[in-house]
């Protein structure tokens, strides 16, 4: 059985023999290690094989006659540290993104009841049909069975009441 150090030594050379060794001796320490961080055993899997091909990816930056086992279990550390980091960044976007979907959701509601007020159930439907579904004009005029010159000038009536609407909401 090799020393810690000439497997260490086998290593800067990238002898695959020495990578299997250095694993079997370390899997369960540099495993607990992380599992500590996430909490999480098959998470605790994935990022102790990402710490074994981060050594072995970088064991040229280890000082020779450093202390590899200190220097294994930083890259331990730090990997599930930032998977921590990230995930946390993560859920916080998704928690984000679900109050912002609410918040928009609530604006919308308020502007279809202010379009409800303020527009008949033609101009409503024809400004429902391209603002909310992104349809043109000719596919709106299409859907409804009316004249294209009919849906144009619905169009243009119910954007002047909105906009009257919006620029003097109290009168």
Do not use: C
Not at 43 to 60: G, P
Not at 76 to 86: C, I, M, S
Not at 139 to 149: I, N, R, S
């Amino acid at each position: 059985m090799k020393t810690e150090k000439e497997l260490v030594n086998q290593l800067y050379t990238h002898n695959q023999e020495a990578f299997r060794e250095i694993y079997a001796k370390y899997y369960k320490l540099v495993f607990s290690k992380i599992n500590e961080i996430s909490k999480d055993a098959e998470t605790s899997k994935d990022l102790t094989q990402d710490t074994f091909i981060k050594m072995w990816t970088n064991i040229h930056t280890l000082e020779y006659n450093s202390n590899f086992k200190a220097w294994l279990m930083t890259i331990a550390k730090n990997t599930a540290l930032d998977f921590v980091k990230t995930k946390k960044d993560v859920e916080l976007m998704e928690e984000f993104q679900l109050d912002s979907a609410k918040f928009d959701e609530k604006i919308m509601l308020e502007y279809q009841i202010d379009l409800k007020s303020i527009l008949n159930e033609t101009e409503y439907m024809v400004i429902g049909l391209t603002t909310a579904f992104g349809m043109k004009r000719r596919e709106v005029a299409e859907y409804m069975g009316k004249p294209l010159g009919t849906v144009l000038r619905v169009y243009s009536e119910a954007i002047k009441k909105i906009k009257a609407f919006y620029e003097h909401p109290t009168e």
